[in-house]
């Protein structure tokens, strides 16, 4: 008769669920490649230089702690706008593109998920398969009554994006439809479309009338040029009938993970400009119910480094620091693995972007090499690269080399 005597038993997996197995783990030559965040090559986590900077520059000390307005800080925003989609279009089309500071890339997600479940007669949204593994949870929680379906996104036998597949399964998409897209270093698959295959997606979502969401988790970790890294989203932003909204997250590119740094916007450049306010009220109004408002310190860092050109300098240089590191352990492991003559072609190691690899090992081969070898990876055989050093590489590419021969 009390009423949490009927909440059914959940068995809490995931990554954060391995998580908490790797730390219990005592084996010293253990080695994390699970979470997506970076760590320096002592395997430890980093401190932007900008981040650091920026913190000494605003003298947290002495900072008041006020509410933001609903809608987020306005300079945060402002300039969180055009880092994704850059000077050209925001000076175009400003009024067009509804904003709103949201708790990270995750709070983004869902609030579009709320927003065309409450207000919109969206039908479905179509995910790509594999995705990040948060996605479906979030459309399910925060859209019931839309319809979730999936369009194949990798094939393994070529291990590159299965183009055709996908675009033959979105034949089935319907008007009205919404469909999620990874803006650049796609998890965890690490496989983008070609520039010539974005302008494909494009036309069809501009010919079949669908809400395009871009999941942008990753801009400046995928070629470690903020601007090269956004450019799906200003492709599609440049065509002039495209719905589109766009999940934005610092948690990565900033390294302010735990500080739930982000933004939503939402951009609709035929309809009038009443539409624009319709819609950022009606985010605004949405958030106030759930969250309130985003958090303020993240977006206090993150906005000193955005109005200060010294400081994304350094921005610039730190993100150079990351990618460049993650893809020189790239190559390092797939060296190792070619020198170690491990069967398989390897070359998706070296030639997949973003902070992971998605290696191709099976379930039981990831299981062997936790058991075994004390090396932590999803099950889906993602690794995350960041979990690689000078020191540990050489024994994952051996640990690989034993399980799969
Ligand atoms: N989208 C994708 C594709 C991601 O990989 C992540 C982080 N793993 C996120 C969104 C959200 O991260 P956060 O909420 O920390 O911004």
């Known amino acids: 008769?009390?009423?949490?005597?009927?909440?059914?038993?959940?068995?809490?997996?995931?990554?954060?669920?391995?998580?908490?197995?790797?730390?219990?783990?005592?084996?010293?030559?253990?080695?994390?490649?699970?979470?997506?965040?970076?760590?320096?090559?002592?395997?430890?986590?980093?401190?932007?230089?900008?981040?650091?900077?920026?913190?000494?520059?605003?003298?947290?000390?002495?900072?008041?702690?006020?509410?933001?307005?609903?809608?987020?800080?306005?300079e945060f925003i402002g300039a969180a706008k055009r880092l994704i989609f850059g000077d050209a279009i925001v000076n175009k089309i400003s009024e067009s593109i509804a904003s709103i500071q949201t708790v990270s890339g995750t709070g983004a997600n869902s609030l579009i998920a709320k927003f065309l479940d409450k207000h919109t007669r969206c039908g479905s949204i179509w995910l790509p398969d594999p995705t990040w593994v948060n996605h479906k949870d979030i459309w399910e929680v925060n859209a019931p009554r839309i319809e979730m379906r999936c369009y194949p996104y990798y094939s393994d036998s070529t291990q590159a994006v299965d183009f055709d597949q996908m675009l033959q399964t979105l034949n089935d998409a319907q008007q009205g439809d919404a469909i999620l897209l990874h803006a650049c270093a796609h998890n965890p698959t690490g496989q983008d479309p070609t520039e010539e295959q974005w302008d494909k997606i494009a036309r069809l979502c501009q010919a079949k009338k669908l809400f395009v969401i871009f999941d942008s988790a990753y801009q400046g970790f995928a070629s470690g040029d903020l601007d090269r890294?956004?450019?799906?989203?200003?492709?599609?932003?440049?065509?002039?009938?495209?719905?589109?909204?766009?999940?934005?997250?610092?948690?990565?590119?900033?390294?302010?993970?735990?500080?739930?740094?982000?933004?939503?916007?939402?951009?609709?450049?035929?309809?009038?400009?009443?539409?624009?306010?319709?819609?950022?009220?009606?985010?605004?109004?949405?958030?106030r119910a759930f969250v309130s408002m985003a958090p303020l310190f993240g977006c206090r860092v993150a906005n000193q480094i955005f109005q200060n050109q010294e400081l994304q300098d350094m921005w610039q240089a730190d993100l150079t620091t990351m990618s460049g590191r993650i893809s020189s352990m790239r190559n390092a492991l797939y060296s190792e693995l070619l020198r170690l003559r491990t069967p398989g072609d390897w070359a998706h190691v070296k030639?997949?972007?973003?902070?992971?690899?998605?290696?191709?090992?099976?379930?039981?081969?990831?299981?062997?090499?936790?058991?075994?070898?004390?090396?932590?990876?999803?099950?889906?055989?993602?690794?995350?690269?960041?979990?690689?050093?000078?020191?540990?590489?050489?024994?994952?590419?051996?640990?690989?080399?034993?399980?799969?021969?």
């Not at 009927?6 to 699970?34: C, H, M, W």
């Not at 890294?229 to 766009?246: K, T």
């Not at 902070?355 to 995350?384: D, N, Q």
């Open 1 to 74: 008769h009390f009423l949490l005597s009927t909440v059914p038993a959940l068995t809490v997996e995931g990554p954060f669920a391995l998580e908490a197995e790797f730390q219990a783990d005592s084996d010293p030559s253990k080695v994390n490649l699970i979470i997506g965040a970076y760590r320096d090559d002592r395997a430890r986590p980093w401190q932007l230089r900008a981040v650091v900077e920026a913190k000494r520059q605003l003298r947290v000390e002495s900072s008041f702690h006020e509410y933001l307005p609903l809608q987020g800080s306005r």
């Open 229 to 287: 890294d956004a450019w799906a989203v200003r492709h599609f932003a440049a065509f002039s009938d495209l719905e589109i909204a766009v999940c934005q997250s610092f948690s990565k590119n900033l390294g302010l993970y735990g500080e739930r740094v982000g933004a939503l916007h939402v951009v609709m450049t035929r309809s009038p400009p009443t539409t624009a306010t319709h819609v950022q009220n009606r985010l605004v109004d949405l958030h």
């Open 351 to 405: 030639n997949q972007v973003g902070m992971f690899s998605y290696t191709g090992l099976s379930k039981e081969e990831v299981k062997v090499l936790r058991t075994k070898y004390h090396i932590y990876m999803l099950p889906s055989g993602r690794a995350s690269i960041c979990g690689l050093t000078n020191t540990n590489v050489k024994y994952v590419a051996q640990s690989i080399h034993k399980v799969v021969t």
